[in-house]
């Protein structure tokens, strides 16, 4: 999947708590795009990433500042937990992936909300019992 810099919200270092029993911080090249977090295990972004969608995305939880470094957890929709953290020092990704996630939420209501009322116009049964009902 080829993104073009227009679609890139971010892009940078994350480190990652991995799922192992020593759960070790190990350093990843993070693209954050309008509709997915991509993760490369390389600086260079040769291997194949591992994409997370943000429609599969709940929400970012556990935001907490130590020393030099911020830590936060991505929720999924399945209750899956991820570990994250970035240097304090720079433009922090949890508040990035957050925003990211906000738009997402609301151009996916937004749609839903078009969908819905095109389907209730292209009915004309429709129309007429909400005349029906009408004082």
Do not use: H
């Given at each position: ?18 799922d192992n029993?020593?759960?070790f911080w ?88 078009k969908?819905r009322q095109d ?17």
């Open positions: 999947m080829k993104m073009t810099a227009a679609e890139i919200l971010k892009e940078g270092e994350l480190e990652k708590r991995s029993l020593l759960q190990k350093r990843k090249t993070c693209v954050l795009t309008a509709d997915s977090l991509n993760i490369y295990p390389d600086t260079q972004k040769r291997s194949k990433a591992k994409e997370l969608k943000l429609q599969s995305i709940k929400k970012v939880d556990c935001v907490e500042r130590t020393g030099k470094f911020v830590y936060f957890t991505i929720v999924t929709t399945d209750n899956k937990e991820i570990d994250f953290r970035c240097s304090g020092e720079e433009n922090c990704w949890n508040a990035v992936i957050t925003m990211a996630l906000i738009d997402y939420q609301n151009r996916k209501a937004i749609q839903d909300f969908t389907n209730e116009s292209a009915s004309p049964g429709q129309q007429e019992r909400r005349m029906a009902r009408a004082p």
